[in-house]
């Protein structure tokens, strides 16, 4: 029973806050005819104000982000071309991390670098671990076994020190550069600056769950490790 009860709490604590997140953004989604104009527009604007102007500002499938390399804000099409809260609170958190490379905030760099590494890690990880297997039924050698687990247990490290790094950087974006934007241009009521809190505090704590698991993938590799 107690380690039922240590299960679900788990869950909840990763899947909890996407639950959450997803359940805030979509209650401010709603177009709203008070605002003056889309995610994508808003984005622009503040850009503007930093004269970030050959930052572009893109549509995405994959995720808002801001791509560093490209020097893009890139929203997906209801964000970019919605006018909602949660479009407007978006764009400013994307934004953010545009001022955070302009300006040389050293997270985002580790962080930037990080990635990059995670992702030549996890390519030759994956194709180690597709091998050894084979070496290990062939030679029935513990020691590829045993290789096999090393270089799992390093591919989860890297990408756990990754969401570690990000989670600085997020919490920045959001309450360092967006909220303060917000605020001193007056672009939102009281009432909508509370709920674009709870927005960027919403989002925050998908990576907080993202870290968590990755945590947890880890354990269980030292685990399996030490049997």
């Known amino acids: 029973m107690p380690f039922l009860i240590l299960v679900v709490l788990l869950l909840l604590a ?3 806050p996407q639950w959450w997140a997803a359940s805030v953004l979509r209650r401010h989604s709603r177009p709203r005819a008070d605002f003056p104009g889309t995610g994508g527009e808003f984005a622009r604007h503040l850009l503007s104000q930093f004269q970030l102007d050959d930052v572009r500002v893109e549509v995405t499938e994959r995720g808002d982000h801001y791509d560093p390399e490209a020097r893009a804000v890139r929203l997906t099409a209801d964000k970019l071309n919605g006018k909602s809260l949660t ?6 958190h994307e934004v953010g991390h545009a001022i955070q490379h302009h ?6 760099q580790w962080r930037s670098r990080l990635v990059r590494l995670a992702q030549v890690a996890e390519k030759t990880g994956a194709g180690v671990m597709m091998v050894l297997p084979i070496v290990a039924l062939l030679t029935r050698s513990p020691a590829a076994g045993a290789a096999t687990l090393l270089v799992g247990l ?25 909220m303060p934007l917000l605020q001193a241009g007056r672009y939102l009521d009281q009432q909508d600056e509370k709920a674009a809190r709870r927005i ?28």
């Open 87 to 92: 479009a407007v609170t978006v764009a400013a």
């Open 200 to 227: 960027l505090q919403a989002c925050a704590l998908t990576y907080f769950a993202s870290s968590l698991a990755s945590l947890l993938s880890v354990w269980r590799w030292l685990r399996m490790w030490r049997r």
């Open 154 to 178: 390093g591919s989860m490290a890297f990408s756990t020190i990754v969401h570690l790094v990000t989670l600085p950087v997020e919490w920045d974006a959001s309450f360092g550069r967006a």
């Open 14 to 16: 990763i899947f909890g």
């Open 103 to 108: 300006l040389g905030y050293a997270p985002l």
